[in-house]
């Protein structure tokens, strides 16, 4: 390793997703608060549900009235728990629901990482108050970073106050996404990138993609595998040597994660080992009866 990098071990060595070190022993809880979302992926199909186990499902959205006695009761049930995450269902930077919900985690509970996942397309312009509430690592979700492929994949982007689509879209969404890595990655945050495998579409881009985001100061990668659902219900999802395969190329470019287990946004304990969210959050969550995808 270059001794120059960034020394992320005091994240590391508390946070289940981002090393194959001591972290993965670490619990981590995620709060459900984000509702709304300022792209459309099409494969993604929000829900709230009880059953399904995959990014962008939840029992409701959390309310963060319930966001203390959520945590109290987390810690009890998983003290295991070192990170807070906001990953959904929606983005977390499209409202200012999980911003909000930093701020009173970071209250009662200051000693936790605080994680955010977000799609990067606000990340530049919400940095600074990412920083005021704590946040320490930021997940950007990059699915590739050719406008022609970022436009086969993403079907409309909200800018400047209107839903956009086509492939000048498609770069002001990467020109965004590579802006807000940069400047999280300056501001010392930890930036993890995930990337959907969607094999035909995007497979042929990992090794650029992955050169794109450690260029602008990424530490990690971690490759996700096509769940088809939504306008990509018909897609293959990628083979166990696909995943293989393009783990490689990514990382010759940067450090790869190889345990994610491709939580729900409303998962609470230690990945792989514990599954507490039914037990925290099958009471308390409100369902929603009407979901804007905009
Ligand atoms: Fe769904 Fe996330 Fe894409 Fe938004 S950014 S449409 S929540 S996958
Ligand atoms: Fe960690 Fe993967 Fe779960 Fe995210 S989806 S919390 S990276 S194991």
């Not at 219900?233 to 083979?239: I, V």
């Not at 940067?254 to 609470?268: E, M, N, Q, S």
Request: proline residues 6%.
């Amino acid at each position: 390793m270059n001794t120059s990098e960034p020394d992320y071990s005091h994240l590391t060595r508390r946070h289940p997703c981002l090393s194959d070190g001591p972290g993965l022993r670490s619990g981590r809880l995620h709060l459900p608060v984000s509702p709304r979302c300022n792209i459309q992926c099409r494969f993604c199909r929000r829900a709230f549900n009880g059953l399904e186990e995959r990014p962008g499902v939840a029992r409701g959205i959390l309310d963060l009235a319930d966001v203390p006695a959520l945590l109290a009761r987390a810690l009890e049930l998983c003290p295991e728990i070192a990170v807070v995450g906001i990953a959904g269902p929606g983005d977390t930077l499209a409202s200012d629901h999980a911003l909000e919900a930093f701020r009173i985690v970071g209250r009662l509970q200051p000693d936790l990482v605080k994680c955010l996942s977000t799609n990067g397309l606000l990340l530049e312009e919400r940095l600074s108050e990412l920083l005021a509430v704590g946040v320490a690592t930021v997940t950007v979700t990059v699915n590739g970073v050719r406008p022609e492929t970022v436009s086969r994949i993403v079907a409309s982007v909200a800018l400047e106050g209107f839903r956009q689509a086509g492939e000048q879209a498609a770069e002001q969404l990467t020109r965004r996404q590579l802006a807000g890595i940069r400047a999280a990655a300056a501001a010392g945050l930890l930036v993890k990138v995930n990337m959907v495998l969607i094999p035909g579409l995007n497979d042929g881009e990992v090794a650029a993609t992955a050169e794109a985001v450690r260029r602008a100061g990424a530490a990690l990668f971690n490759l996700i595998p096509l769940l088809p659902q939504g306008d990509f219900a018909r897609f293959r999802p990628p083979s166990c040597g696909d995943l293989q395969a393009a783990r490689s190329l990514a990382e010759a470019h940067l450090p790869v994660f190889r345990h994610c287990h491709h939580c729900r946004a409303d998962a609470v304990g230690v990945p792989g080992v514990s599954d507490l969210s039914g037990a925290l959050y099958g009471a308390s969550a409100r369902p929603v009866e009407t979901f804007s995808h905009g």
